[in-house]
């Protein structure tokens, strides 16, 4: 079989483990442009400092001794298999890193003949890699459930990130859709490279040259879909992960229907926003100070697919809001709704030099679209009164539509809004109503007693105006 042959079916078997993102577009060179892309494995990660740099992401191969129900490339499917030498990977990482194509090397593999046997083939590219082509560019290997322990060692001290795939969020997923590995197995090697990572920090403490290993972390990789766990429980397992093994990043992987199997769920397509919103609270766990236990509970297992966690965590609790944004701490102003990292870092800064208003978050780019029911400034509201949940619910939810939009020339509006069901707002929720001198209303006071209905966005009357004009015409 040809290089290329096996490039293109191992790097498209890769595919699937997101360790590393990959586009997977493909776009030629052309007169008077510069570069171009393809998809044969080129992805990119992150390094211990922080750089994002593009990486070459193959297999080994996809021959694999195990039969994982979800797994593209179990022993039981009839598809193409390739093998890559170890001196052919080294061809093409060192031909592409010359080229200056990739800045590194992504290297897995399916299990062939054993785990032990397998590690060793990977051992062999990184140090031949290492020691025989001097290449120091960034370097991820998959380290092999049930391999040796000394291979782990070694691997660690080779490449600067190691990573295994957990597959499962439980022991009985595993049993059933991967009967031939074990919890035991995927755990050991997480505790001994977290062990290996803590003991070698100790020793860089008393001397700078001492061995690294694995100076970027270990990351692993989950399956949502495949099986029946909660969010609940997956993000609970996640946060287990991030405080005993010190994970540097966990993945999620929205299962894709590849096999036709009746242990698998029967699905139409991956669900992506289920993965997106478990991304979005394991980024709230990681950076905004917020725990599993707080996002989710036995009540409400699952996350809310309309609403991002932030928001729902923030409407289930009344008692935190409103933030008054000049006086509020800073790990406060974090648990905001629109309120990013940077912002809350402008606006403490900012709040130093004098009290903020609305025009100086607007400034900051704060998305007041959703943090205006979360916040006041100087005691008052962003053109609102006490928003109640609901409402705020009814704002923020991606069906809701402005009854002031465009429409298609060939589409009936009543049919669009049935076919799509579209919650159609009153207009009144949009524009706040004129008033006797002609004016905009100013930010209203935040009292609790209030029981009219806050607008859910402000406009100016001379934009109301020229869209009842068009209306009527």
Known sequence: MQLLDKLTILADAAKYDVSCSSSGSTR????????????????????????????????????????????LNRRSNDTPRAMFTVDEIVQLTMDFYRRNYIEG????????????????????????????????????LKAIPGANPALIEQAGHLADRLSINL????????????PDKTRTNLLLPM?????????????????????????AGQTTQMIVGASGES????????????????????????YVPLNTDSRLPQIAKPPMLRENRLYQADWLMRFYGFDAAELLDEANPNFDPDYDPKIIWAVRHPEVFPVEINSAPYQQLLRVPGLGI??????????????????????????????QYFITCKGKYYHIQ??????????????????YEQLNLFDDWQTVQQENNI????????????TATGTAPQPIACTRQATCLPPVFSSSLSERSRIDECLSV
């Not at 900012?350 to 943090?371: C, N, P, Q, Y």
């Open 167 to 178: 597959e499962l969020p439980s022991e009985q997923s595993l049993n059933l859709l991967a």
């Open 423 to 434: 919650e159609l707002l009153d207009a009144d929720a949009y524009f706040p109503k004129q």
């Open 191 to 215: 505790h001994q490279i977290h062990r290996g990572i803590l003991e070698r920090q100790q020793e860089r403490a008393l001397m700078k040259k001492a061995p690294l290993f694995v100076p």
């Open 231 to 254: 969010d609940l429980q997956i993000l609970r397992l996640s946060s287990a992960l991030y405080k005993k093994f010190s994970m540097k990043r966990v993945y999620f992987s929205a």
């Open 28 to 71: 030629k060179g052309e007169a008077g442009t510069i570069g171009s892309a393809a998809k044969s494995g080129i992805c990119h990660s992150f390094t211990a400092d922080g750089r994002c740099i593009s990486l070459l992401k193959i297999l080994m191969t996809n021959n694999c001794i195990y039969d994982c129900a979800y797994c």
């Open 105 to 140: 090397l992504f290297l897995s593999s399916a299990v062939i003949a054993s785990p032990d046997y397998t590690m060793e083939l990977l051992i062999q590219v990184a140090q031949k890699l290492r020691y025989k082509e001097k290449f120091h560019g960034y370097l991820h």
């Open 342 to 371: 940077r912002c809350a870092q402008r606006i403490v800064s900012a709040r130093r030099t004098g009290r903020l208003d609305f025009e100086d978050l607007i400034h900051m780019k704060v998305s007041l679209k959703r943090a």
């Open 386 to 403: 006490n928003p109640e949940p609901d409402l705020i619910l009814r704002a923020l939810k991606p069906s809701a539509r402005s009854p």
